[in-house]
């Protein structure tokens, strides 16, 4: 298995004029919760019911530790968090700040491993992918029309550029810039 990209120009142009291209995931489907707990209940010596309901449970238990502005971390996967995004409206004092000037959403850092000199050894869900250009895989006409996928940011937009997550937890970052 590949991951698979192509590639696609930037609708924004650089300094000299010019629209580069980049390279974008391309999704070939998406898999359920049934699926997951299914393919897991193949691997354990739980059924696929009490599989499925581990996740749901899962799912909601996480939900309910992010909503009191907790971090959940699960060894060997990955950290999520809640982080905000300022939406442009910015007040002239601390006090007239609200939630409401911010979109919520929730950030996932894949896991990871370092090495004696700090740099990352391993990355849970990225380390080891093999990637292949759309173009390259001999099939025509059998991609999807509409790439879904949440693609990397272009070049110099801040948001780390597609490296398989934000490159850190973000604790320093300003989250309301």
Do not use: C, W
């Not at 060997?76 to 939406?87: D, E, H, P, W």
């Not at 004092?93 to 896991?111: G, I, M, N, Y």
């Not at 740099?119 to 080891?128: D, E, M, Y």
């Amino acid at each position: 298995m590949s991951v698979i990209y192509k590639g696609q120009q930037s609708v924004l142009a650089t300094k000299e004029g010019k629209r580069l291209f980049y390279p974008r995931v391309v999704l070939m489907g998406s898999v359920s919760t049934n699926q997951i707990a299914a393919e897991i209940a193949e691997l354990s010596s739980l059924s696929k019911g009490d599989t499925k309901n581990v996740i749901d449970n899962l799912v909601t238990v996480m939900t309910r530790h992010l909503q009191a502005s907790e971090s959940v971390t699960l060894d060997g996967f990955g950290s999520f968090r809640y982080s905000m995004k300022a939406t442009g409206n910015g007040v002239e004092t601390l006090d007239e700040v609200t939630a409401s000037q911010a979109k919520v959403f929730v950030r996932f850092t894949p896991a990871s491993s370092r090495n004696v000199d700090r740099t990352v050894a391993t990355r849970s869900l990225v380390t080891g992918a093999r990637f292949v250009r759309v173009d390259q895989l001999g099939i025509g006409g059998g991609l999807p029309d509409d790439d879904e996928t949440e693609l990397p940011d272009e070049p110099g937009s801040g948001n780390g550029g597609g490296q398989g997550g934000s490159g850190s937890d973000g604790e320093d970052e300003n989250p309301m810039g």
